[in-house]
């Protein structure tokens, strides 16, 4: 009776916990949906969700398009990049990152970044003014330049005059990646002292369409006066704060999941995130102000990121100056320790070619640097063989005693200096191992849209194929909890194997969780990258065949392993 | 305050990760028992160093067998 009182309950636990589960992946380490779906047995790409369509201007929404036609350009053009500076305004407001698709589909068009205002998901770089005793240009103001089109060793130059004679000049710079260089000058051609100062923005008019989380920063994104900054989030500027970061040296912007704009000016700036009159998510700064007399001229310097968050490139723009400029990538606590894992699996995706096969080889010399550890397990239990008359023994005098039964087993290991145990240190070794992976491949834009073999297009989004509508047969979507996919159904399984071939439980109940544990296990890795769960079937493999090889080696048969039977 | 914290955090391992992990005790009493009694006997920084110093020997070549807070 009690029993199945105690079955009910851990029925209705676990249903609660799975479904609490599915919503807490989901909230705290969300992975991308997936890329593809399967429809009639047909892999087809599912299309990007988008930032939702508000107004940055009382303006109808206008196609981007229609507004691109309307406004007078110089365009972008570099292996990296191609889009048109607005003229109207002096903005950066147009630019596709060509080296990343919207989609997996072949015809996918590249990332959209950044966008004009008055049309759908606006998002543009500004770099302007503020004056003093003359005008400053604003959105307004129409610049001249002296080229049609910017390309890498081909800087154009915007210029512009108010009528009282100042003359703002803005040349923009681009290389072959994802970094323009803007020099400001003020030039005061008026008879009387002006005060300027140079300032830059990013503003967006929607959120990101990607999830923030507490294992990664998607929002408003900098670094002051030498130190990271992950705090300030969406939320904070809806409730109408403003974070402003005064007289600091460092870069501030927005950053996506994999994707960064990012303002450094040179020189210390007084920074500030927060939300604008027209509802826009805004990041900016402003350098010191500078008194110009007549005939005088100010010029100043910054750079301006817009591109995919790629470790390499960032770490050379922090070479070249930008201060902590990897820590764009927000790899949280473990820094130190998630970056020679990073390094290593980027090392075997460039040598290998695939990133699936890059997991599996990681995983590989992860176990290869453990398998001392189980080497001497076996060793121990090899060892143990040969005392088990002594341990018989024991077992018979107590019998009645479970307690103290294992007692004197411990006893006898430590006489004999052997123990079958491999202790805890390892298994908490292995903690932050398994982490570093989850948050590498979380992070990393170097495995997004990158297929394994099969039926697996993308890595970094949850496996697409599940049982649950017959592959794609059925036309429905099941509910996220229901659409397991088949690798953690893999998961599952090879866990399963797995752990029959490691040491039993002695404890009943243990031997309980331990039956369930692989099932609910499928549940647990099914909201997680694909990435991470081929990672874990091979680390599930690798112990099968380590245990197997081990078995083998050391001459031990299973039940040498279970050497308290109770 | 912080050993309550720590204590908890032990507590909290042997209910959860311990209950489905291997057995891999290798000293009575375990690593997360002694955890607790060296930070309830000790306090934070040093029960909690004492805690951390038990886990560094509990390895395949580390020590075994009865160890308990001194």
Known sequence: ?566 | MIAQLMILVAKAWQKGPSQVLPPSCRYQPSCSAYAITAIQRYGAARGGWMALKRIGRCHPWGGQGYDPVP
């Not at chain 1, 130059?157 to 072959?176: A, C, N, W």
């Not at chain 1, 649950?468 to 866990?495: D, S």
């Not at chain 1, 990435?531 to 299973?558: C, D, E, P, S, V």
């Open chain 1, 1 to 566: 009776m009690n029993d199945s009182k105690n079955l009910i309950l851990a029925v209705v636990l676990s249903a609660l916990v799975l479904l609490g589960w599915t919503w807490a992946a989901n909230k705290y380490f969300p992975s991308n949906p997936p890329t593809t779906k399967v429809v009639n047995g047909k892999q087809v790409p599912v299309p990007e969700p988008q930032a939702q369509p508000v107004p940055t201007t009382p303006k109808a929404l206008q196609s981007r398009e229609q507004v691109l036609a309307s406004t007078p350009r110089v365009q972008i053009r570099t292996p990296s990049l191609a889009g048109s500076i607005n003229l109207k305004g002096a903005q950066i407001d147009d630019l596709q990152l060509l080296r990343q698709k919207e989609t997996i589909a072949k015809d996918s068009p590249p990332v959209q970044l950044l966008a004009p205002l008055g049309t759908p998901g606006a998002y543009i770089a500004q770099f302007g003014w503020a004056a003093q005793g003359t005008a400053a240009p604003d959105l307004n103001t129409v610049w001249t330049a002296d080229s049609q089109t910017l390309t890498p060793g081909h800087p154009v130059t915007l210029s512009t005059q108010t009528p009282d004679g100042v003359r703002y000049q803005t040349k923009i710079s681009v290389d072959d990646d994802y970094l323009f260089t803007v020099q400001q000058s003020a030039n005061n051609g008026s008879d009387k002292p002006v005060v300027v100062r140079p300032i830059g923005l990013v503003s967006r008019a929607t959120k990101s369409p990607d999830p923030d989380s507490w294992t990664n920063q998607v929002g408003p994104i900098g670094v002051f006066d030498g130190k990271a900054n992950y705090d300030v989030n969406w939320k904070d500027l809806d409730e109408g704060r403003t974070e402003a970061f005064n007289n600091v040296p460092g870069w501030l912007g927005f950053t996506d999941k994999y994707w960064l704009t990012a303002l450094a000016p040179q020189g210390t700036m007084t920074g500030e995130f927060r939300r604008n009159t027209t509802g826009a998510y805004q990041a900016d700064y402003a350098l010191a102000p500078a008194s110009l007399a007549p005939g005088q001229t100010l010029t100043s310097k910054a750079s301006f990121f817009a591109g995919a968050k790629e470790k390499p490139l960032l770490n050379r723009y922090e070479q070249a100056g930008i201060p902590k400029f990897s820590y764009a990538i927000d790899w949280g606590w473990f820094h130190w320790f998630m970056i020679p894992i990073f390094d290593l699996l980027l090392f075997l995706f460039h040598t290998l070619g695939n990133f699936g096969v890059a997991i599996i080889c990681l995983t590989l010399i992860v176990r290869g640097i453990m398998f001392p550890i189980a080497q001497k397990q076996f060793q121990s239990m090899a060892a143990m063989r040969k005392l088990q008359p002594k341990m018989k023994a024991i077992q018979e005098r107590y019998k009645e005693d479970k307690a103290r039964q294992q007692q004197e087993i411990l006893k006898l290991y430590q006489a004999e200096k052997i123990n079958p145990a491999a202790g805890c240190l390892p298994i908490l070794l292995q903690i932050p191992v398994f982490y570093a992976l989850y948050k590498v491949l979380l992070v990393s834009v170097e495995m997004r849209h990158q297929p394994f073999v099969l039926w697996i297009k993308d890595l970094s989004a949850r496996d697409p194929l599940t049982p649950v509508n017959l592959f794609g047969l059925l036309h429905f979507a099941p509910p996220a909890i229901l659409a397991i996919g088949v690798l953690p159904i893999f998961v599952g399984a090879t866990q399963w194997m797995s752990m029959k071939l490691n040491p039993q439980p002695m404890d009943p109940a243990q031997a309980q969780v331990f039956a369930i544990m692989p099932w609910f296990l499928v549940f647990i890795m099914a909201p997680f990258a694909a990435g991470l769960q081929l990672y874990w079937i091979t680390n599930n493999l690798l112990t099968i065949a380590q245990q197997w090889f081990l078995y083998r080696k050391y001459g031990l048969h299973l039940s040498d392993t279970h050497p308290v039977h109770t």
